[in-house]
């Protein structure tokens, strides 16, 4: 057999048109009788279960997984070209990897801290890395987080691309041996830690004034804030009483509380108010600290007692 340089065609494991399958020089698929006067090249084939490939990326070049280095951050994945580097699952290899995550929600540019336990190492050129997925399971970014081939435990940060849109997303955290670019590399069972990347707050339209953040707003059925409450109040008659959601806030506008008595739904934070409990007027205190049943200030602005 000549050796793939020499060759100028390959052989199939198929046949065609009754002889032995061949690939000719110019790609085109040719039959032709095996015979010692036409020597062709042969190509290895197997059987691959595509369930154990982890990941599939260029051989090399930018996009190579050897371009991703420990502490250089992330690579975008990209389309693959024509020679292919998988990375496949390799069941007795890392055994007992395992690792977790600080949080489950970040903003984009943000980071995440990864806690990472190696029960057996058994080869060298060991890395703890990570891909990054969207929701549809796209690989969006690698990278090699550690080098754990002298080390079993630590603690890594795993940095969110600043482009990424608010969404679901995950990691997959495993430990592999990465061999050289037209090598196979194994890894163990990732890790899958689901992630939340939510939006980052939109500019001020006057970026040279800082925004002042707004304080909460209580809320009734159909509106915000005490403006809205108190028009809803001029409807209600001697007997009705009104529900207020508080949203974790203790000020009261006296000028709402001359006008009418209310009921208070409690929020959970206040501890002499437990949750689900009503508190009428005369449970309030003022801001002077005086107690007051039926009279109020306008002017002042009155707590609920915490």
Not at 36 to 54: E, G, K, Q, S
Not at 129 to 157: Q, W
Request: net charge negative; glycine share 8%; aromatic share 8%.
């Amino acid at each position: 057999m000549m050796s793939a340089d020499a060759a100028e065609s390959w052989w199939l494991r198929s046949s065609y048109s009754g002889s032995a399958a061949c690939i000719t020089v110019d790609g085109s698929l040719s039959g032709t009788d095996v015979e010692y006067a036409h020597i062709n090249a042969l190509r290895p084939a197997f059987n691959l279960d595509i369930a154990y490939v982890i990941l599939t990326s260029d051989a090399s070049g930018a996009s190579a997984k050897s371009s991703a280095t420990v502490g250089s951050g992330m690579i975008p994945a990209e389309p693959v070209g024509d020679i292919l580097k998988l990375t496949v699952l390799n069941t007795t290899f890392a055994t007992g990897f395992d690792a977790s995550a600080n949080k489950s929600v970040v903003r984009p540019g943000g980071t995440v801290s990864i806690d990472y336990t190696v029960a057996v190492l058994t080869a060298a050129n060991q890395f703890v890395s990570c891909l990054l997925k969207n929701d549809s399971g796209d690989v969006l970014y690698y990278g090699k987080l550690a080098d754990n081939s002298a080390s079993a435990a630590a603690s890594v940060n795993v940095t969110i691309s600043g482009n990424l849109p608010a969404g679901d997303y995950t990691l997959e955290v495993f430990n592999e041996e990465a061999n050289g670019d037209l090598y196979t590399d194994f890894a163990s069972y990732p890790v899958v830690i689901a992630i939340i990347v939510t939006a980052v707050p939109s500019n001020p339209s006057n970026p040279s004034s800082p925004s002042t953040p707004s304080s909460p707003q209580p809320t009734i059925d159909g509106g915000r804030g005490w403006d809205k409450i108190t028009d809803k109040v001029k409807d209600l008659q001697d007997s009705d009483k009104l529900d207020i959601d508080m949203n974790g806030t203790t000020d009261v506008p006296g000028s709402f509380l001359s006008r009418c008595r209310v009921c208070l739904a409690a929020c959970a934070a206040r501890k002499s108010l437990p949750p689900h409990k009503r508190a009428s007027v005369k449970d309030w205190r003022g801001g002077n600290g005086n107690r007051n049943d039926r009279s109020f200030d306008s002017e002042d602005i009155y707590k609920i007692d915490e």
